[in-house]
């Protein structure tokens, strides 16, 4: 544990997992985003073979916890390149500080004195950059990581990103209201569409408990295996930490997955779960053979209105899809912010020479949307290149999916669901 004195502010810094549980009470009373719960945090610590350490920076006031920043040093490969394609992956010590991580007072002063002692950090040799993970672009902690450190050491282009989020209005009917015209013409299309070629074969299962873990990870599974985001190395993974988290949130309550069926055929999955007042989309996917029918959006329909339908003790007052943008949030959303991903390097060769790399990528990355996005092809191209990484993904034998032919055709041989329908409206 290392502790450094100011006049006002001291800082401690907790490596270890023993010092992070003296500081369990006052990180509970603080955490309000289950990235930066302290269980969550722990668990990924002792999961993830990359991570070396903890690195949690607690601000005193007047010998009083006043703010937490929650990090850890991990050894990994950072990725630099256009959007989806990768063109150096250079490994570096990394300084990872948690999405919604800060916790406390988040002070312009507390911000600027956090990121002077994560500087001092990289300047000591403990790692070779400094990332915050997406902190909105209003707050003083952004500013202090963008323009506090020197001209060599700072970052020149934070990756900005839209996030929002749906407060819910009450009633179901209420949301649809809100929505565009198009939006439910496109909606009513679907369900029509789907109801025409799979008459009484559809169904939604919920997930929540326990002993339906195991039923839920192999039908998510058999489906996130033929999205494109199992192509690009993203998306759902039944790995142990994904195991870890579901059980910790059936346990606790709080676990929230949907598969939507055709069917013995999963289809479509969304899984996340609800965090105090907010319910957290972590996992959502389809089956690419049926983008017709819009089976994901289906699905998130049926999620906003279990959420509205929610009895006291489980009520949701907002739905966060989580990071990252995409059509299908916007449509959704009624809060929106920006956020961005802001690094810090350290004042050393190799630093240094991440961030002239960095800097190079990031900029052609940026010169190349605005290109595009001018054009009017930006939302095409990035298609084009999911479409691709299906391919290549669907051109592995032993990854073909279950089933061929036509889009009606189901397989014979898929086991037989227990019946607990729920339809889609």
């Given at each position: 544990?290392d502790?450094?004195?100011?006049s006002?502010?001291?800082?401690?810094?907790?490596?270890?997992?023993?010092?992070?549980?003296?500081l369990r009470?006052?990180w509970?009373?603080?955490q309000?985003?289950?990235?930066?719960?302290?269980?969550?945090?722990?668990?990924?610590?002792?999961?993830?073979?990359?991570?070396?350490?903890?690195?949690?920076?607690?601000?005193?006031?007047?010998?009083?916890?006043?703010?937490?920043?929650?990090?850890?040093?991990?050894?990994?490969?950072?990725?630099?390149?256009?959007?989806?394609?990768?063109?150096?992956?250079?490994?570096?010590?990394?300084?990872c500080?948690?999405?919604?991580?800060?916790?406390?007072?988040?002070?312009?002063?507390?911000s600027?004195?956090?990121?002077?002692?994560?500087?001092?950090?990289?300047?000591?040799?403990?790692?070779?950059?400094?990332?915050?993970?997406?902190v909105?672009?209003?707050?003083?902690?952004?500013?202090?990581?963008?323009?506090?450190?020197g001209?060599?050491?700072?970052?020149?282009?934070?990756?900005?990103?839209?996030?929002?989020?749906?407060?819910?209005?009450?009633?179901?009917?209420?949301?649809?209201?809100?929505?565009?015209?198009?939006?439910?013409?496109?909606?009513?299309?679907?369900?029509?569409?789907?109801?025409?070629?799979?008459?009484?074969?559809?169904?939604?299962?919920?997930?929540?408990?326990k002993?339906?873990?195991?039923?839920?990870?192999?039908?998510?599974?058999?489906?996130?295996?033929?999205?494109?985001?199992?192509?690009?190395g993203v998306?759902?993974?039944?790995?142990?930490?994904?195991?870890?988290?579901?059980?910790a949130?059936a346990?606790?309550?709080?676990l929230?997955?949907?598969?939507?069926?055709?069917?013995?055929?999963p289809?479509?999955?969304?899984?996340g779960?609800?965090?105090?007042?907010?319910?957290h989309?972590?996992?959502m996917?389809?089956?690419?053979q049926?983008?017709?029918?819009?089976?994901?959006?289906?699905?998130?329909?049926?999620w906003?209105?279990?959420?509205?339908?929610?009895?006291?003790?489980?009520?949701?007052?907002?739905?966060?899809?989580?990071?990252?943008?995409?059509?299908?949030?916007?449509?959704?959303y009624?809060?929106?912010?920006?956020?961005?991903?802001?690094?810090?390097?350290?004042?050393?060769?190799?630093?240094?020479r991440?961030?002239?790399?960095?800097t190079?990528?990031?900029?052609?990355?940026?010169?190349?949307?605005?290109?595009?996005?001018?054009?009017?092809?930006?939302?095409?191209?990035?298609?084009?290149?999911?479409?691709?990484?299906?391919?290549?993904?669907?051109?592995?034998?032993?990854?073909?999916?279950?089933?061929?032919?036509?889009?009606?055709?189901?397989?014979?041989?898929?086991?037989?669901?227990?019946?607990?329908?729920i339809?889609?409206?």
């Amino acid at each position: 544990m290392d502790r450094r004195q100011g006049s006002r502010l001291t800082l401690q810094i907790s490596r270890s997992i023993s010092e992070i549980e003296e500081l369990r009470e006052i990180w509970t009373a603080w955490q309000s985003h289950p990235t930066s719960d302290i269980d969550h945090f722990l668990s990924i610590v002792r999961l993830r073979p990359e991570i070396e350490r903890p690195h949690v920076m607690v601000i005193y006031r007047d010998g009083r916890p006043d703010s937490i920043l929650v990090g850890r040093l991990e050894r990994k490969r950072i990725c630099l390149g256009l959007t989806y394609l990768k063109l150096l992956q250079p490994e570096a010590r990394v300084l990872c500080f948690t999405y919604e991580g800060f916790l406390g007072n988040q002070s312009a002063e507390n911000s600027a004195y956090a990121t002077r002692e994560i500087v001092r950090c990289l300047s000591s040799g403990e790692a070779d950059v400094a990332r915050l993970e997406f902190v909105k672009t209003d707050s003083p902690l952004f500013e202090a990581a963008k323009s506090s450190p020197g001209i060599l050491c700072r970052d020149h282009f934070p990756s900005i990103q839209l996030h929002g989020s749906l407060r819910l209005p009450g009633r179901f009917e209420d949301f649809l209201t809100g929505l565009s015209r198009k939006e439910r013409h496109n909606l009513r299309r679907y369900e029509t569409r789907l109801k025409a070629d799979f008459a009484g074969e559809m169904r939604i299962e919920c997930f929540r408990q326990k002993s339906q873990i195991e039923d839920l990870i192999r039908d998510t599974e058999a489906v996130a295996r033929r999205t494109y985001q199992r192509g690009l190395g993203v998306g759902f993974h039944d790995s142990l930490e994904t195991r870890s988290w579901l059980s910790a949130a059936a346990e606790s309550g709080t676990l929230r997955g949907c598969i939507l069926y055709l069917g013995n055929l999963p289809c479509a999955f969304m899984i996340g779960n609800r965090y105090q007042q907010t319910l957290h989309g972590a996992f959502m996917g389809y089956d690419p053979q049926f983008t017709d029918y819009s089976l994901g959006s289906l699905l998130l329909m049926h999620w906003i209105r279990e959420a509205c339908d929610q009895d006291r003790e489980q009520e949701v007052s907002e739905i966060d899809l989580g990071l990252g943008d995409a059509r299908y949030k916007r449509t959704i959303y009624n809060h929106t912010w920006q956020e961005g991903l802001v690094c810090i390097f350290a004042p050393t060769f190799k630093g240094l020479r991440l961030n002239f790399q960095r800097t190079v990528t990031q900029l052609i990355d940026e010169f190349a949307k605005k290109l595009l996005q001018t054009a009017g092809i930006l939302e095409k191209v990035k298609k084009v290149w999911r479409s691709r990484a299906l391919a290549d993904l669907t051109a592995c034998p032993s990854r073909q999916p279950a089933r061929e032919g036509s889009r009606r055709s189901l397989p014979i041989n898929a086991r037989e669901y227990p019946v607990g329908q729920i339809p889609v409206r």
